[in-house]
């Protein structure tokens, strides 16, 4: 299985997963809260495959950048953990069952969302900004008019700034 497609298929079972979890909590009483316990633990389960699929993606996507990227992500996904409780605490005023089913609705909707995303953008290869183009130029700064002499004039410099600039555009 290629790359793109292992990350896919863990990350879209892992959201799914993690979604009916949290959706099934909503419906469990009071009586069998044991079940809701074992749900939410299932639930962390899934969240912890999460990271099997898109860690792993920033490796696939960009080696040179993985760390930058997982960083960047990171610290958007921390501004979500400051948010949902002011979120939560607004939505279940009154502790009532159907409050806290909203929460879990809302959780397992942002899962099936995030699912579906990253099955239709993720990429399992290295993308054209993240590849190093290196060239090496052999160029002697004052140039010869000595005949035979193969070396670059300075007036050639202009010529080879451009095919670079032509070469980095191009990937």
Known sequence: MAPAN???TILVLAFIGRAVCLTSVGY???DNRYVAVC????????????QAGYVANFIDIGPRFAGVMFGI???IATVTGIVSPIVVGAITSGKSREEWQIVFFICAGISILAAILFDCFAQGHV????????AELDVDAGGSDVPGDDSLKSSDYATVEVVKQDIRRSL
Not at 39 to 50: E, V, W
């Open 6 to 8: 292992c990350d896919e």
């Open 28 to 30: 469990v009483t009071h």
């Open 73 to 75: 992500g990171n610290s």
């Open 127 to 134: 993308q054209a900004w993240a590849v190093e183009v290196t």
């Open 39 to 50: 749900l939410l633990g299932l639930s962390g389960f899934f969240a912890g495959m999460q």
